[in-house]
């Protein structure tokens, strides 16, 4: 099984990342985690290059073809092994985070985006995806990281909102849409009932 995790900034994605794994290993189920853009030497040099904020001067095509490009090496190097191993994988962003952002928010549209992803792609398309289903939080911008995409506006977080109601929408049903709760736990217990309903956790 392949699962994604999605979401605005400063949603509590991570937090909720760290809880499901600490579930998982508490009910010993292996799992192999990776984010995006990075989890290999190559792809963590792309991301510095993506999300270094002195790079004003990047073009949104660069910039979605570099999400691409440490994609790609994420996929060939760990995610299409592992799921060929029968393992489950759990990557932090993926292919709807570079529609919702590049594709809506920068403007290049949806199907560039899936244009240049399907060479990166090599068909391992996530059979879940956790959508962590809030507008982007305002308090996302008094962390200390302030990285080039953090720093773009409220308008285009907007965008990138919407670009993943759309992929939810036109998703058949991949998408899982989580609102989470006040209470981490109640939020991770959510998580955690969809992807057993889903057959893929214990
Ligand atoms: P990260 O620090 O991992 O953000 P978060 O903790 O919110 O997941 O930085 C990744 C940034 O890159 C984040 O702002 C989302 C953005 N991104 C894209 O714009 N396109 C993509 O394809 C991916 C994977 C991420």
Request: aromatic residues 8%; hydrophobic residues 35%.
């Amino acid at each position: 099984m392949f699962v994604t995790f999605e979401g605005c900034e400063g949603v509590g994605k991570s937090t909720q990342l760290a809880m499901l794994k600490e579930y998982l290993k508490n009910t010993g189920q292996d799992a192999v985690y990776v984010r995006e853009p990075g989890s290999t030497e190559i792809s963590e040099k792309i991301r510095a290059i993506i999300l270094d904020p002195e790079n004003t001067e990047m073009s949104a095509e660069t910039e979605a073809l570099l999400y691409a490009a440490a994609r790609a090496q994420l996929v060939k190097e760990v995610i299409r092994p592992a799921l060929d191993e029968g393992k489950t994988v759990i990557c932090d962003r993926y292919i709807d985070s570079s529609v919702a952002y590049q594709g809506y928010a920068r403007g290049l549209g949806r199907d560039f985006v899936e244009k240049i992803n399907c060479y990166a792609l090599e068909n391992a398309t996530p059979d879940v995806t956790v959508f962590i289903d809030l507008r982007p939080s305002a308090s996302f911008r008094s962390t200390s990281r302030n990285d080039r995409m953090e720093r773009e506006s409220r308008d285009f977080h907007d965008k990138v909102y919407e670009g993943f109601i759309a992929q939810s929408e036109a998703s058949n049903g991949r998408f899982v849409m989580i609102k989470p709760e006040k209470d981490k736990n109640a939020t991770q217990k959510k998580i955690v009932d969809a992807l057993r309903e889903r057959g893929a956790l214990k």
